[in-house]
T-cell receptor, first 116, second 112 residues
Framework: AQSVTQLGSHVSVSEGALVLLRCNYSSSVPPYLFWYVQYPNQGLQLLLKYTTGATLVKGINGFEAEFKKSETSFHLTKPSAHMSDAAEYFCAVSDAGGTSYGKLTFGQGTILTVHP | DTAVSQTPKYLVTQMGNDKSIKCEQNLGHDTMYWYKQDSKKFLKIMFSYNNKELIINETVPNRFSPKSPDKAHLNLHINSLELGDSAVYFC???????????FGSGTQLSVL
């Protein structure tokens, strides 16, 4: 079974400050890891994903995440927050072996607020 | 053009009614999904179809019946609606397993 824990349901930063959203996962097989963003009244959009290879993954809108197997973590960062980054962010894990055929297990989400 | 479109956007109905939500994708994807997002924003997969075949059924009550008439469509029919069915239902599609999911904008279902 797989699970995802996002530490902190709400994160608040000032515009221009570092954004750090934490995600820890549990998986009995090598995981594929994802970050999705949800703006109000919209569906989720993929920010970035880790499958294999380089553990530092760059995504859209200046976000990046680092896969740390020893810490079972996949934290999302952005050096400088922008007002438009305010949204809810979801970390997700999938079975890389493919037996679950793309079933994503999502974390509970982190709401990011950006103050002027 | 909307990549994944679902209708209706809002659905308000009485307990015990039967309702359907439609989903269409114009991306040429082989795999489609239904996800349920509850009031606490927890998102959980319900069904996954690949090339019109059911791949994942996540212990969803059999009141929920997905139908995939072709690869581009995955509709969700719900019988005998209950209060606990109130949620936002998202359709999504992808090229295949573990590929990027493209989500629709959601259907907010309210059961009174």
């Amino acid at each position: 079974a797989q699970s995802v824990t996002q530490l902190g349901s709400h994160v608040s930063v000032s515009e221009g400050a570092l954004v750090l959203l934490r995600c820890n996962y549990s998986s009995s097989v090598p995981p594929y890891l994802f970050w999705y963003v949800q703006y109000p009244n919209q569906g989720l959009q993929l920010l970035l994903k880790y499958t294999t290879g380089a553990t530092l993954v760059k995504g859209i809108n200046g976000f990046e995440a680092e896969f740390k197997k020893s810490e079972t973590s996949f934290h999302l960062t952005k050096p400088s927050a922008h007002m438009s980054d305010a949204a809810e962010y979801f970390c997700a894990v999938s079975d890389a072996g493919g037996t679950s055929y793309g079933k994503l297990t999502f974390g509970q989400g982190t709401i990011l607020t950006v103050h002027p | 053009d909307t990549a994944v479109s679902q209708t209706p956007k809002y659905l308000v109905t009485q307990m015990g009614n039967d309702k359907s939500i439609k989903c269409e994708q114009n991306l040429g994807h082989d795999t489609m999904y239904w996800y349920k997002q509850d009031s606490k924003k927890f998102l959980k997969i319900m069904f996954s179809y690949n090339n019109k075949e059911l791949i994942i059924n996540e212990t969803v009550p059999n009141r929920f019946s997905p139908k995939s008439p072709d690869k581009a469509h995955l509709n969700l029919h719900i019988n005998s609606l209950e209060l606990g069915d109130s949620a936002v239902y998202f359709c999504a599609s992808s090229r295949g397993a573990n590929e990027k999911l493209f989500f629709g904008s959601g259907t907010q279902l309210s059961v009174l």
